[in-house]
T-cell receptor, first 114, second 112 residues
């Protein structure tokens, strides 16, 4: 069955530190890839998405992600985090053979201290 | 433009009852999906509708059902509620199938 793995359950960083959150998926075919963020008390918001083309995609709020097909990975990065980036981050994959469903990772909680 | 609207925001039901949750997608969006979010299982796909047709269904029992109306609004129904159905139910809409989804704030269902 298709699955999505997020390696880190909880990440704690200081402001200005660099961030990289890992995401791997199980399927080797065509996929659409997403990162969503859920700020405390708010709904899920789309950070960025990858469908095709340049494997390095840029999203909102200075986030970017790199698709590495050979590693089935779609890691999220930010060069310098801010206290306001404290949130839960979800990687999601649309495995095209599974229709339109998004399969989510378990999420990574990011805590940024000022 | 207005986002995805889910009603009600909170709901408390008793075991054995049934419940209907409503979702109004972003205007023009024809694809609506439903997800269940719990602390233990995370976000799990329930089903997806496109132009009033269920296009995909997740691994949930038949007690969970849904439908979509001609105006793209969607409802999901859970019958014979169990304690384990307590969760945040999220609706998401998309302009096209497989495109990025916009999520609503969810309906928090508590079964007692």
């Amino acid at each position: 069955a298709q699955s999505v793995s997020q390696h880190n359950h909880h990440v704690i960083l200081s402001e200005a530190a660099s961030l990289e959150l890992g995401c791997n998926y199980s399927y080797g075919g065509t996929v659409n890839l997403f990162w969503y963020v859920q700020y405390p008390g708010q709904h899920l918001q789309l950070l960025l998405k990858y469908f095709s083309g340049d494997p390095l995609v840029k999203g909102i709020k200075g986030f970017e992600a790199e698709f590495i097909k050979s590693k089935f990975s779609f890691n999220l990065r930010k060069p310098s985090v801010q206290w306001s980036d404290t949130a839960e981050y979800f990687c999601a994959v649309n495995f095209n053979q599974a229709g339109t469903a998004l399969i989510f990772g378990k999420g990574t909680t990011l805590s940024v201290s000022s | 433009k207005a986002g995805v609207t889910q009603t009600p925001r909170y709901l408390i039901k008793t075991r054995g009852q049934q419940v209907t949750l409503s979702c109004s997608p972003i205007s023009g969006h024809r694809s609506v999906s439903w997800y269940q979010q719990t602390p233990g299982q995370g976000l799990q796909f329930l089903f997806e509708y496109f132009s009033e047709t269920q296009r995909n269904k997740g691994n949930f029992p038949g007690r969970f059902s849904g439908r979509q109306f001609s105006n793209s609004r969607s409802e999901m129904n859970v019958s014979t509620l169990e304690l384990g159905d307590s969760a945040l139910y999220l609706c998401a809409s998309s302009l096209m199938q497989g495109d990025g989804y916009t999520f609503g704030s969810g309906t928090r269902l508590t079964v007692v």
